[in-house]
């Protein structure tokens, strides 16, 4: 039995690597009909650079990726997908890709609506009280992909051929794969960032979009009715960096993305909440090793997936 269930998967991954292939022949990120559903290849080195991880989950069916959160390594391939549960500061590239060893690549967006009804529904059928043990939110983690997930993926990519079927079966094929995520290996972490009790989960998705403002922790620990220490310990365990740091690195992260985009120096500064540019420039070399303007004069203009 597992032999053929090992076969099948193996049979599955190369039809997803070959619709890959048949609508990406050259290196690109393209945007699918179906919404939040990106492909990707990659024919050049790309060093980690930068980069704000939405929820969302990436496949790779050819080459090696990689994502840095708080100095931590996540280096996958076709074994394993990365699932990221939360709004994350990361640095991401793919430093091994070669036109003989390209990347190539699904990235699927979370939708969090659809995420947590499913978690939910996911602990009430299973008995549960609808908390996940008092344990925080993972950051990133990585899943084996399973004969549940394998084959949600490749039914979601067959839809392609065909705007009838992308059109109507899209939102179901989509609410699939998201189940398959939850019941797979990174299920925990993903029914801990979606279900009940999902804080710091929300915590992350208010700071996402108050970045220009200047968000303290009691601020952020009032929002989901935690003391300041709990709030501390569970955010901490969470993403594996204090809420000060978490705020740093997502700020100067947007801003580094958006000097790679064209923008000046001080208007990505003052975009992300930074009032003083010399604290700014201070800060970005200390995280980065160089100064903001020569990191705008070594950003490639090329688009790459992150």
Known sequence: ???????????????????????????????????GVRIFRVTEPVPCVPAVYEPTVVAIVSGTKEAVLDGRHHVYDSEKYLLCPMTLPVEAGS??????????????????????????????????????????????????????????????????DNPVDTAVLGAGRLRELCYAVLKGEAGAAARRAFGVGNEIARTIDYLA????????????????????AVFHRRFKEATTMS???????????????????????????????????S???????RMYGQSPRQWSHAAQASVRPQ
């Not at 050259?26 to 699918?32: D, I, P, S, Y």
């Not at 979009?209 to 300041?228: K, P």
């Open 95 to 160: 430093p091994q890709a070669s036109p003989e060893n390209p990347l190539l690549g699904v990235m699927i967006a979370l939708e969090p609506r659809v995420m947590r009804e499913l978690a939910i529904e996911i602990e009430t059928a299973a008995g549960g009280n609808g908390r996940s043990q008092g344990k925080a939110a993972s950051a990133l983690a990585l899943a084996a992909w399973d004969t549940g997930f394998t084959q949600a993926l490749l039914r979601l990519l067959e839809l392609l």
């Open 279 to 285: 604290q700014f420039s201070r800060e970005f070399k």
């Open 1 to 35: 039995m597992m032999k053929a269930l090992c076969q099948l998967e193996g049979m599955s991954k190369e039809q997803i690597k070959h619709l890959i292939e048949r609508r990406l022949p050259e290196a690109g990120l393209v945007e699918t009909a179906l919404k």
């Open 209 to 228: 979009t108050h970045l220009n403002e200047q968000v303290t922790i009691d601020d952020m620990a009032d929002h989901v009715g935690m003391s300041r």
């Open 243 to 277: 809420p000060i740091q978490f705020v740093k690195s997502m700020r100067l992260n947007n801003a580094a993305m958006k000097i790679a985009e064209g923008k000046t120096v001080s208007e990505a500064a003052w975009d992300v909440g930074y009032q003083s540019s």
